[in-house]
């Protein structure tokens, strides 16, 4: 005789989704994409075109940048800057620190 099939607890969709999100990694992914856009509206587009976003990852974005100028002037000029404003695009300081690399 087989026994029946445990019944769960009815969950909300909210509930559902967001363990789906989290089970698959596409939780991740997402924050990153949230990231990433912020970070490009923050630079414009013109400027990230040339610095582009590869990874986030414990509060610290990498960027590649294709320029030895580009890369001068985020590093020790501008980028602090553009981190401070993708962080007000997200609403939160999740943007903790900015490394910069030169596109190879």
Same mark, same amino acid.
């Given at each position: 005789?087989? @026994?029946p099939p445990k019944r769960r607890e009815p969950t909300s969709i909210?509930? =559902?989704l967001a363990a789906f999100l989290r089970d698959s990694g596409l939780d991740t992914k997402l924050s990153q994409a949230r990231v990433f856009g912020a970070w490009q509206v923050a630079l414009g587009a &013109?400027?990230? #075109?040339? =610095?582009?976003p590869v990874r986030f990852q414990g509060? &610290? /974005?990498l960027v590649e940048v294709e320029s =030895? *100028?580009?890369f001068h &002037?985020? @590093?020790n000029f501008t980028g602090e800057r553009y981190r401070? /404003? *993708?962080n007000k #695009?997200?609403? *939160? *300081?999740?943007? @903790?620190r900015v490394v910069f690399q030169l596109k190879r």
């Open positions: 005789m087989q @026994t909210h509930d =559902a &013109e400027l990230s #075109k040339r =610095a582009i509060g &610290e /974005l =030895a *100028a580009h &002037e985020l @590093t401070v /404003l *993708a #695009k997200l609403g *939160a *300081a999740r943007i @903790t």
